[in-house]
T-cell receptor, first 110, second 114 residues
Framework: QKEVEQDPGPLSVPEGAIVSLNCTYS??????FMWYRQYSRKGPELLMY????GNKEDGRFTAQVDKSSKYISLFIRDSQPSDSATYLC??????????FGQGTRLTINP | KAGVTQTPRYLIKTRGQQVTLSCSPI?????VSWYQQTPGQGLQFLFE???????NKGNFPGRFSGRQFSNSRSEMNVSTLELGDSALYLC?????????????FGDGTRLSIL
């Protein structure tokens, strides 16, 4: 069993929709949770960074962590075609070793 | 502020050769980590360097090695290249090590083995 499970998609939604991206993890020692966005032929770009359980909002993006169920979510409101990318969840215990999910490929259709 | 810079962007090598990849972190960042990205395995951690010392290591064979210089720049070396080493190699930097410091990635070096 992988430490981090993420549905690879692809996920296709119309412009303006609310997008929900999710990961589950097995290691209860994970304390820091990051979401990255990766465009084709580019490196991952840090979107959100949260510590422990709870919600964090940044513009149209909301990250949610539920440590009791080992469930991580990223919500995108008012989705735009420019949000089309691969989204990667990456928890860590505190060392600089990120454990990435497989990534979900998202397409926003105009 | 300049981001993480990786050179070269593309490399083509043949089996048995060796290769050296370079990474310049964001100015002021002292920790540099390396990752391998393949379609099958996704992103996997190779190693992390901080203050010229390897702090963490992933599950890769000894053919993969790295080093960090006093200016925080880092190099990664792969010896005796195999076809399976074809991948995107990504470098990430952070201010410090530990405590889940946010990591910022470069655009990678795409290595193709013929």
């Amino acid at each position: 069993q992988k430490e981090v499970e993420q549905d690879p998609g692809p996920l296709s939604v119309p412009e303006g929709a609310i997008v929900s991206l999710n990961c589950t993890y097995s290691n209860s020692a994970f304390q820091y949770f990051m979401w990255y966005r990766q465009y084709s032929r580019k490196g991952p770009e840090l979107l959100m960074y949260t510590y422990s359980s709870g919600n964090k909002e940044d513009g149209r993006f909301t990250a949610q962590v539920d440590k009791s169920s080992k469930y991580i979510s990223l919500f995108i409101r008012d989705s735009q075609p420019s949000d089309s990318a691969t989204y990667l969840c990456a928890p860590t215990r505190g060392a600089q070793k990120l454990v990435f999910g497989q990534g979900t490929r998202l397409t926003i259709n105009p | 502020k300049a981001g993480v810079t990786q050179t070269p962007r593309y490399l083509i090598k043949t089996r048995g050769q060796q290769v050296t990849l370079s990474c310049s972190p964001i100015s002021g960042h002292r920790s540099v980590s390396w990752y391998q990205q393949t379609p099958g395995q996704g992103l996997q951690f190779l190693f992390e360097y901080f203050s010229e010392t390897q702090r963490n290591k992933g599950n890769f064979p000894g053919r993969f090695s790295g080093r960090q210089f006093s200016n925080s720049r880092s190099e990664m070396n792969v010896s005796t290249l195999e076809l399976g080493d074809s991948a995107l190699y990504l470098c990430a930097s952070s201010l410090e090590t530990g405590q889940g410091q946010p990591q910022h990635f470069g655009d990678g070096t795409r290595l193709s083995i013929l």
